[in-house]
C-alpha cells in the first residue's frame, strides 16, 4: 500500500506547525522522519491518523484521495498508530486491549475474545513477539507492552504503521529488538513511519529518510549519508556531535553516598543499599532505564525524601535530613528531571526564574525586599551568557522552547558557586543545537573542579559526557564502570546484570552478539527472544 | 538540499496546555475581562429591570401599535433603575438632606471592609490556595476586637490600636488553623474554611449568650464598643466613613508591596503557581500555606474590626453580613490583584449604597443587585462565555505578559 501526503498544512491559530508537506511512503519501506522536537512530526502523524483535520492538502492511499474524520477511519484505511505514551488499559488483559474498540460479543452482549486471541497468537508466532494474550498488561515490561500496541495495528490489518518515538522508552537491546521487528514486518510488507529525532536508529533501519524542521520538509536523505550530515540538516546550521572534551582530572573525592537505601511510604524499598562517589573535577554519569531509582536519588541527594537510611557526604558535611534549603546553601547546583514540574514557575518571567533559588539572598533581595533592578540586570546577563532565545527577560518562562527553558534552569544552577551540580535527564527534549550548549557548559562546570553527577536515560549522552559511568537497575546499582565503555556492556547492566556478570557474558566466546537474551536478568526486564 | 535555510532563529512557538491556560485566565485574566462581565451583567440586569416593569408590560400590550412607547418605556425604566443607583453610590442633587445627596462617602463605607476581606481572598489565592473561610475569619476578628473594645478600659489611641491588633490575631487564628491543617495533614483549605465558617458562628453565638452578653439584655448582642475603642469619623458624625476606609487603603499598599516586591511574596507566588517547583528550589510549601494563611485570616480579620469599630459598634452573630462570601467575588473580579481588589470593592460598595436609592426612588426591587452580582461572578468564572461575546482573541499574552 502505498501512502502519499500532498501539501498538508496544519495550523493552530497563527502557528503553523505544518507547512506544506509533501511525504510519499512506498509499500513496504522503513520511512524515517527525523526532526527536533517540536519541528511537527507527531502533528503530521496525528493529521494523518485523523486526530487531526488538516488546514490544507489531502492524502491519498494508492494514489486515491481519503478523508478521515477519526482514527476509526484512518484503522480502516490500513494505517495504525503506536503512539509514544502507549494506549494501553493497564487492568486489562493483552487480548483485552486488543479487542477494545472492535469486540466481538456472543449471546447477551457477553465479550467473545476466543478470536482475539486466536489471532494474538498467530502474530506473536509470525513475528517471534512471545505475547501471552491472557497476560495482564500492567504486569508486562515497556517493551512487550509495546509489541501489544503493534499487534494491536497489526489484528486491524495495519498495512501502515506509525511508530512515534518508540525507542524512547526502551533499553538498548530492547531496541534492537524492536528494530529487527521493524525488519520483518517490512519483509511482510508493510510500510512503516519510523518518527525519531535519534541519528543512530534512523540510520540503521530506514530505506528513506525525510527531515522536518520547522513545520516544513527540508529534505530527504539517504541511509548512508553521515550523522552530522544529518543533525545540520535537522538542526539548520553545522552542529558538533561529538564533544569536545578533555579526560578528567579527578581531584579530591568531596562527594560520597553510602549505603544509601530510600523508601516510600509504603516501605517499599525505591533504592537498596546504593554507594557511590565523585570526586571534584569528575562526571559521575548515571545510565538506567526510565524508573529504576534515578529519580529517587537525585531527589534523596536535594532532601526530598522522608525515608532515608544511609550517608550522603558532601565536603565532610552529612546532607541526610536537611532541607531542601540547607542542601543548596551547602553548594548544591540542581537540575531536576522535569523542568516544567520541578525546574521552572512557567507563569513567573524568566528573570524570575532565574533568581528561584537565589531570591533571598543579597544582592537580589535585602530586608525581605526584592531588588527589582538587580534581577533584571541578572537575567539580561543570564539571557546572554546563556544563549537564551527570547525577545525579553521579562516574558513568562512557558513561552520558551525545551530548549532555552532548560538553559535558564542551567543557568540558575550554575551561578553560584558549587560544590557539587546534579542534572537529571539535562537535556530531554532539548533540540540538538541546545544539547551542544548544555554539554560544554556541564564540562565547563566539571572543569572548574566541581564534582558533577549527569542522570540520564539516553545512552549517547551518558558515553558522551560521563568520566565514569554507573548503572542503576531496580534500585540497585549494577556496578561503576569506566567513561568508554561499550554499549554493549551498558545494555546488559541496564538490563540487570552486575558489571561483572555482563562482562564475563560479553567475553565468551560463544555469547556473540546475540547474548543478550541468553542469561534471563532476574526481575521482570524483558530478555528473552528466540 | 537545505534550501529553505533562510529563517534565522526566531523564538520558537510557545506551547501551552489549553487547560492551564483557562484556569490561569479564570485566575488572573486581563482587566478587560472584569469590565466586560460587569458591563453584561449590567446588560442582563437592565433586562429584568425591564421585564418587571409595570410600565414596559403595559406598553407592551400595544406594541405593534406603538413600539416606540415599548421602548422608551424600556429605556426609562432602566435609565431611572441604574440612574437612582449610580446616583445614590455617588452624588444625588435631587435628595432632601445634603448628607443624603453624598452617597458616595456611604459607597466608601460599605467598601470597606470588601476591601479588607477581599485582600484576604486574593493574598491566599496568589498562594493557591482558595479561602473560603473569610466570613468566619471576619467574625473571629470581630469578636477578639469586641472582647478588647466593649470589655476593657484603655486610654484614647492605645485602645483602639489594641482593637485592631485583637481583631487581626482573632482573623488569624482562624485562618491559621486551616493553612496549618493543610500543610501537616494536606486537608483541603475549602472543606476546613467552610467548616470554620460555621463553626465561627456557632462559637459567636454560644460566647454571646454566656460571656459577651451586654448585661441586662436577653438578646445575643453585646455591650457597645466604648468610645476609645471606635474608628474615628473622617466627615464629622453626618457620615459613618471612618478611620477603617484609612486602614484598608494602608492594607492594599502592603499587600500589594506583599505580593509584588517582598521575597516572601515571590514565595508565595511561586508557591501558588507551582508548588513543586517551589519545593524544589528551597521553599518550604508546607510553610508558606499555614503563614499564608495567618496573615490571610489577619486581614479578614481587620474586616471584622472594620465592622464592628466602624459602623456596627456592637457585636451579634450577623455582624459579617455577606461580606465574607462578597469578599470571593471581589477577589474574583479584582483578579486577584490589591488593587484590582480594591477597585472591585469600591464597585461592590456603590451596589450596595446604591441599591437601597435604587429601591427608594425607582422602585425596583433591590434583589436586581445581587442578580447583577451573580451575574458578574458567573461571566468571570467563565471568561471563554465573555471572549466569544465580545469575540475577542484569546491569543494575547505572549510578550505582552509583561
Redesign the interface.
Given at each position: 500500500m502505498k501512502l502519499e501526503l500532498r501539501g498538508i498544512t496544519k495550523s493552530f491559530?497563527?502557528?503553523v506547525a505544518n507547512d506544506h508537506i509533501d511525504l510519499v511512503v512506498e509499500s513496504g519501506e522503513i520511512h524515517s522522519l527525523l526532526g527536533e522536537n517540536?519541528a511537527g512530526k507527531s502533528t503530521l502523524m496525528n493529521v494523518l491518523y485523523g486526530l487531526y483535520e488538516p488546514t490544507a492538502g489531502e492524502i491519498l492511499i494508492d494514489d486515491k484521495p481519503v478523508m478521515f474524520a477519526g482514527p476509526a477511519d484512518a484503522m480502516a484505511a490500513g494505517i495504525g498508530m503506536v503512539h509514544q505514551h502507549f494506549m494501553l488499559v493497564p487492568v486489562f488483559t493483552v487480548a483485552e486491549n486488543v479487542a477494545l474498540g472492535g469486540e466481538t460479543t456472543g449471546f447477551g452482549g457477553i465479550l467473545n475474545l476466543d478470536d482475539t486471541r486466536r489471532k494474538i497468537r498467530e502474530i506473536s508466532a509470525r513475528f517471534g513477539f512471545d505475547v501471552d494474550p491472557d497476560a495482564l498488561v500492567d504486569e508486562l515490561p515497556v517493551g512487550v507492552q509495546q509489541r501489544v500496541e503493534i499487534i494491536k495495528a497489526l489484528v486491524r490489518n495495519a498495512k501502515i504503521l506509525i511508530l512515534d518515538e518508540p525507542t524512547a522508552v526502551l533499553t538498548p537491546q530492547e531496541t534492537d529488538e524492536l528494530m529487527d521487528i521493524m525488519g520483518q514486518l517490512k519483509s511482510n510488507g508493510t510500510s512503516i513511519v519510523f518518527i525519531s529525532h535519534k541519528l543512530r536508529e534512523v540510520k540503521a533501519v530506514s530505506d528513506t529518510i525525510t527531515v522536518i524542521?520547522?513545520g516544513?520538509v527540508?529534505?530527504s536523505?539517504d541511509p548512508g549519508a553521515a550523522t552530522t550530515e544529518l543533525a545540520?540538516?535537522m538542526v539548520?546550521?553545522a552542529v558538533s556531535l561529538t564533544l569536545d572534551k578533555a579526560d578528567a582530572e579527578p581531584g579530591e573525592v568531596t562527594f560520597k553516598v553510602s549505603n544509601l537505601t530510600v523508601m516510600n511510604d509504603a516501605g517499599q524499598r525505591l533504592l537498596n543499599d546504593i554507594s557511590f562517589s565523585v570526586a571534584d573535577g569528575e562526571i559521575l554519569a548515571i545510565a538506567g532505564v526510565q524508573g529504576n531509582g534515578q529519580t529517587e536519588l537525585t531527589e534523596a541527594v536535594?532532601g526530598?525524601h522522608k525515608h532515608i537510611q544511609g550517608s550522603i557526604m558532601l565536603d565532610g558535611r552529612e546532607l541526610v535530613g536537611r532541607?531542601?534549603?540547607q542542601?543548596?546553601?551547602a553548594g548544591v547546583g540542581?537540575v531536576?528531571e522535569d523542568r516544567q514540574?520541578?525546574?521552572?514557575?512557567?507563569?513567573?518571567?524568566i528573570a524570575?526564574n532565574l533568581v528561584?533559588?537565589l531570591?533571598?539572598q543579597e544582592p537580589y533581595?535585602r530586608w525581605?525586599?526584592?531588588n527589582?533592578a538587580v534581577i533584571a540586570k541578572n537575567a539580561k546577563e543570564k539571557v546572554a551568557e546563556f544563549d537564551v532565545?527570547?525577545?525579553?527577560s521579562?516574558?513568562?518562562a512557558?513561552?520558551?522552547?525545551g530548549g532555552?527553558q532548560q538553559k535558564v534552569v542551567l543557568a540558575r544552577e550554575l551561578s553560584r558557586p558549587l560544590k557539587l551540580f546534579i542534572a537529571s535527564q539535562p537535556t530531554r527534549g532539548v533540540d540538538v543545537g541546545s544539547i551542544e550548549f548544555l554539554h560544554k557548559r556541564i564540562v565547563a562546570e566539571r572543569d572548574g573542579g566541581t564534582p558533577v553527577i549527569i542522570v540520564s536515560t539516553e545512552l549517547d549522552e551518558v558515553l558522551e559526557l560521563g568520566d565514569r559511568i554507573a548503572v542503576l537497575y531496580a534500585g540497585r546499582l549494577m556496578g561503576i564502570v569506566p567513561g568508554k565503555s561499550s554499549r554493549e556492556l551498558l545494555g546488559l547492566m541496564m538490563a540487570g546484570l552486575p558489571a561483572d556478570e555482563a562482562q564475563a557474558q560479553l567475553d565468551a566466546p560463544a555469547a556473540g552478539s546475540s547474548g543478550a537474551g541468553d542469561v534471563a536478568p532476574a526481575g521482570d526486564t524483558e530478555g528473552e527472544r528466540s | 538540499m537545505s534550501e529553505t535555510q533562510t529563517v534565522k532563529e526566531p523564538t520558537p512557538p510557545a506551547k501551552e496546555s489549553q487547560g492551564s491556560q483557562v484556569f490561569r485566565e479564570i485566575m488572573s485574566g486581563s482587566a478587560m475581562i472584569s469590565v466586560l462581565a460587569v458591563f453584561v451583567a449590567l446588560v442582563i440586569g437592565g433586562i429584568l429591570i425591564a421585564v418587571t416593569d409595570p410600565r414596559v408590560s403595559a406598553s407592551s400590550g400595544y406594541f405593534f401599535a406603538d413600539p416606540g412607547a415599548t421602548l422608551s418605556a424600556v429605556w426609562s425604566a432602566v435609565s431611572e433603575a441604574y440612574g437612582a443607583l449610580w446616583r445614590g453610590a455617588t452624588y444625588d442633587p435631587t435628595a432632601r438632606t445634603w448628607q443624603g445627596q453624598l452617597g458616595i462617602f456611604e459607597t466608601l463605607t460599605f467598601a470597606t471592609p470588601l476591601i479588607l476581606s477581599g485582600l484576604a481572598v486574593t493574598l491566599a489565592f496568589r498562594a493557591g490556595l482558595f479561602n473560603i473561610g473569610a466570613q468566619g475569619q471576619i467574625l473571629l476578628g470581630a469578636t477578639f476586637a469586641g472582647i478588647i473594645g466593649f470589655q476593657m478600659q484603655l486610654p484614647p489611641v492605645i485602645h483602639l490600636l489594641a482593637v485592631i491588633l485583637a481583631g487581626a490575631i482573632g482573623g488569624a487564628i482562624w485562618g491559621g488553623i486551616a493553612g496549618f491543617l493543610k500543610a501537616r495533614t494536606g486537608a483541603h483549605e475549602v472543606i476546613v474554611t467552610i467548616m470554620l465558617n460555621y463553626i465561627a458562628v456557632s462559637l459567636v453565638l454560644y460566647l454571646l449568650k454566656n460571656q459577651l452578653k451586654a448585661p441586662g439584655s436577653t438578646n445575643p448582642i453585646s455591650a457597645q464598643m466604648h468610645d476609645t475603642a471606635l474608628f474615628p469619623l473622617l466627615l464629622g458624625p453626618n457620615f459613618r466613613l471612618n478611620a477603617g476606609f484609612i486602614l484598608a487603603i494602608l492594607a492594599v499598599i502592603v499587600v500589594a508591596w506583599l505580593l509584588n516586591r517582598s521575597t516572601l511574596g515571590f514565595e508565595y507566588r511561586a508557591i501558588g503557581a507551582n508548588p513543586k517547583a517551589a519545593r524544589t528550589a528551597g521553599m518550604l510549601v508546607s510553610r508558606g500555606y499555614t503563614t499564608v494563611m495567618l496573615i490571610s485570616g489577619a486581614l479578614a480579620g481587620l474586616a471584622g474590626v472594620a465592622q464592628i469599630a466602624g459602623t456596627e459598634k456592637t457585636l451579634d452573630s450577623d455582624i459579617a453580613g455577606s461580606i465574607g462570601f462578597d469578599a470571593i467575588t471581589v477577589a474574583l473580579l479584582g483578579r486577584s490583584k490589591p488593587w484590582g481588589t480594591f477597585f472591585a470593592a469600591l464597585l461592590f460598595g456603590a451596589f450596595k449604597a446604591g441599591g437601597t436609592s435604587m429601591a427608594v426612588n425607582a422602585d425596583v426591587s433591590i434583589d436586581i443587585v445581587a442578580v447583577v452580582q451573580s451575574l458578574i461572578v458567573l461571566f468571570i468564572a467563565a471568561p471563554p462565555l465573555i471572549r466569544s461575546i465580545f469575540r475577542i482573541k484569546a491569543v494575547r499574552r505572549e510578550g505582552a505578559s509583561a
Open positions: 491559530g497563527a502557528l517540536g524542521r520547522r516544513k527540508v529534505g536523505a545540520s540538516m539548520g546550521r536535594l526530598l532541607s531542601v534549603r542542601v543548596l546553601d540542581f531536576p514540574d520541578d525546574g521552572l514557575v512557567g507563569e513567573f518571567s524570575e528561584l533559588d531570591y533571598t533581595s525581605g525586599s526584592m527589582r532565545r527570547t525577545q525579553s521579562q516574558d513568562a512557558d513561552t520558551l522552547s532555552n | -
